[in-house]
């Protein structure tokens, strides 16, 4: 294997970190409200929340291509504003990495958030903390395994991407051609020696991420109140 051969790896590795700090960011605020809101509309956001979990990648890839093509207002505003194009791009591989891996993030958070309750919140309350103090020094510290479970799975939901990727993105070399895509096309050149060594490392990637899941889940047990 070459090092040109790792630079889908290395690229893999940004669009995943950067797909899990992005979600962290906007999915624990999503799954916060899921977990606590008593809306009609619940049922509803947590549909669309899990789509992707049902979804065929290549559906979901094609509507982000119709939503971030240039003649999109999205992907209008976002030629006019940076000069590029998002399909095509490693921007447009973020977007659709974020859409794809939503409930990865959204799902475990919520799930830790329902069981921490409204107790440790309302005592904090009473202690005259805000609820946004609350939030970090209460209600987040008691649902880490949330957390760390959701930030994985997370990043290695992105790692294992192919449809939407190639839909968004296509096989663009430094740009868009990531470890998923490389198999791929290693495959299909009848490379299978370069194709058997990338597949290793997603495999031993998997099984370690799994292992660490379950570690986790055994060390640091959500406190139900």
């Keep these: 294997m070459t090092l040109a051969d790792l630079d889908p790896l290395w690229l893999t590795v940004r669009l995943a970190g950067l797909t899990t700090l992005i979600l962290l960011v906007v999915g624990t605020p999503l799954a916060w409200w899921l977990a606590h809101t008593r809306s009609r509309i619940k049922f509803l956001a947590e549909a669309v929340t899990a789509l992707p979990l049902v979804l065929p990648p290549t559906v979901i890839g094609f509507y982000l291509l119709i939503v971030l093509n240039p003649n ?4 209008a505003a976002w030629v006019n504003l940076t000069g590029s194009t998002l399909t095509f791009s490693f921007a447009g591989l973020v977007a659709g990495s974020i859409v794809y891996s939503l409930p990865f993030m959204v799902q475990p958070l919520q799930g830790a958030f329902e069981l921490v309750g409204r107790r440790p919140l ?16 209460v209600a987040a510290p008691m649902a880490l395994r949330g957390f760390v479970t959701g930030a994985v799975l997370t990043f290695a939901h992105t790692v ?3 449809g939407v990727v190639l839909m968004v993105g296509g096989n663009i070399p430094g740009r868009t051609k990531v470890i998923s895509i490389a198999i791929y096309e290693h495959v299909e050149t009848i ?7 990338l597949s290793a490392i997603l495999l ?4 370690l991420v799994l292992m660490l899941v379950y570690g986790l889940n055994r060390r640091f047990p959500v406190h139900v109140v």
Excluded at 72 to 75: C, E, N, S, V
Excluded at 124 to 135: E, G, I, M, N
Excluded at 204 to 207: G, K, M
């Design 122 to 137: 309302e005592a904090a309350a009473t202690l005259r903390a805000s609820p946004f103090d609350a939030f970090f020094t």
């Design 72 to 75: 999109a207002p999205l992907g």
């Design 160 to 162: 294992g991407e192919f």
């Design 204 to 207: 031993v990637f998997s099984f």
């Design 191 to 197: 490379q299978y020696a370069q194709a058997h060594a």
